[in-house]
């Protein structure tokens, strides 16, 4: 790119803002792109296509990054560069201009965030912090959200669309990761509450296929960072084929929030541990809400269950704690499972996407080979690797498919697996089949993913850390990734 810059320079004898200007009209690709011609040293050129960059509005000095939070510390008021956009930065002046050359009058946003937000507060890792902070970061998501005693939602970009949604004819998911995993939750609840087909998708496949969308569809884009690459190419395509599409985005400003027409932020504040903890629940609770909003205005949900989920949601933090409470126990449960080579997780209706959750969470940061599995489908395929040595985690909490996940328990145990259970306080049928259990609140099946997976984040963190592993840090991932 630099030596392309260059030539271009040569070639039209211009400076480098005009020889960045043509560049940039002909590379394809991603980038972030920060320069400085040593003939102009107090002026820098930045421009970005696909990744993000953020520059920070200091006193005297701009910063630059491709998130908000290394740059907090310094100013809270940033400006988020957009593709096809020059930044030139001098030391008290920002000037941004497209590529055609008309000045563009910058949008300086103000941060809503804490310098203690990114810093570990006191706990070895930011991962465990993240998991500890769950009781206040899904407080905050329900905060000025749900009243449970005006029996409302009150969420401006659900409302302002509220006729498009309810009229979806089908909602697709598209995610990544363990925002995918949200997504195949809210596939349970949003046919379950709205009556609404729901498709969940990969956005690698979704962006590479020739997807079916009409006008009337709904998408839904979830992310954490809001700059996965795969996710922002694919509701571009379904944007362009005329789908509405909803953000639900934790990183407020970013590329997903905006691209989006509307959107719900999971407020769960900066993530910085690379296995999503907090963002994932707050994912839910968002879904959760957006779910019940369309579901009350449809007439798909009757009052009483309304209500009974309105107040169910206004638990979870208090339960959350709870359920933190269990992880010296979930410690040593590490410590005992640590050495295992192999991990099965197995759950069913809501709880089966948890399962799919703590398999990743363990591979991410433990690097032990762990299968999430949808619990019946085991017969298929996984019974097959059953033996003493293996370590079945079981995520079977009080729900519409409890005796059937007895029966897989039965089947696991028959061939000699070791049971490791999540199950709701008072199941005392469990207990006399499984080797060790997690006893968690009770709570509807609907929201029992919110408390259940936290046990799973415990147990992949503890083994981690019992390995020695940086769990921040695991090999070969990224926080955010924003290549294909
Ligand atoms: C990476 C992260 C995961 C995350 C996934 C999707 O793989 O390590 O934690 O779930 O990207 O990211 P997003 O920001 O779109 O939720």
């Known amino acids: 790119m630099l030596n392309f810059i260059e030539d271009i320079q040569k070639n039209n004898n211009c400076g480098l803002e005009e020889a960045v200007r043509i560049a940039l009209r002909r590379v394809v690709g991603a ?22 960059l953020v520059i920070g509005i200091g006193k005297g000095e701009h910063f630059l990054a491709s998130d908000a939070s290394p740059i907090i510390e310094y100013t809270k008021e940033v400006v988020y560069v957009n593709d096809y956009e020059l930044a030139i930065l001098k030391a008290d002046e920002i000037i941004l201009k497209n590529l055609g050359n008309e000045k563009l009058t910058p949008y300086i946003q103000k941060l809503d965030m804490e310098l203690a937000a990114i810093e570990k507060g006191g706990y070895d890792h930011f991962m465990l912090k993240e998991i500890f902070e769950q009781p206040d970061t899904i407080f905050d998501c329900l905060r000025g959200r749900l009243d449970v005693e005006k029996g409302t939602i009150t969420m401006a970009g659900i409302q302002q669309n509220i006729e498009k949604l309810k009229n979806a004819n089908r909602i697709i998911m598209i995610a990544c990761g363990t925002s995918w995993h949200a997504g195949l939750v809210a596939e349970y609840i949003f046919e379950e509450l709205c009556r609404i087909p729901v498709e969940v998708e990969y956005a690698s496949e979704f962006r590479y296929r020739n997807p079916v969308i009409h006008q009337g569809d709904v998408i839904i884009a979830i992310s954490q960072s809001g700059e996965t690459a795969d996710t922002i190419v694919a509701i571009e395509k379904a944007k362009e084929n005329g789908a509405f599409i909803l953000g639900v985005v934790n990183v407020v400003g970013s590329s997903i929030a905006r691209i989006s027409h509307a959107g719900a932020y999971s407020h769960a504040g900066p993530e910085i541990g690379v296995a999503s903890t907090k963002a994932f629940t707050g994912q839910l609770a ?18 009483t269950r309304y209500m009974h989920l309105l107040n169910e949601l206004h638990n979870v933090p208090e339960k959350v704690k709870e359920v933190l409470e269990l992880s010296p126990g979930i410690r040593k449960l590490a410590i005992k499972y640590k050495d295992a080579k192999d991990a099965l997780y197995l759950g069913r209706g809501y709880n089966f996407p948890v399962a799919l959750e703590g398999a990743l969470k363990l591979k991410e940061i433990s690097y032990i080979h762990a299968e999430g599995y949808p619990a019946a489908e ?107």
């Open 31 to 52: 980038y972030v792109i920060v320069l400085l011609d040593k003939d102009n040293p107090d002026t820098i050129i930045a421009a970005r296509k696909g990744s993000p």
């Open 286 to 303: 968002v879904l959760v809400m957006i779910a019940l909003k369309i579901a009350k205005e449809k007439g798909t949900i009757d009052a």
């Open 378 to 484: 085991m017969k298929h395929g996984p019974i097959a690797l059953v033996e003493e040595t293996l370590p079945v985690v079981f995520i079977a909490t009080k729900d519409s498919y409890h005796e059937k996940i007895i029966s897989n328990m039965q089947e696991i145990k028959a061939r000699r697996g070791k049971v490791i259970a999540v199950i709701s306080h008072g199941d005392d049928i469990i207990p006399k089949m499984a080797d060790d259990t997690i006893v968690i609140p009770e709570a509807d099946e609907l929201i029992a993913p919110i408390l259940s997976v936290i046990p799973m984040q415990l147990l992949a963190y503890y083994i981690g850390v019992a390995k020695g592993y940086d769990v921040d840090k695991p090999r070969n991932l990224a926080k955010s990734v924003t290549v294909e």
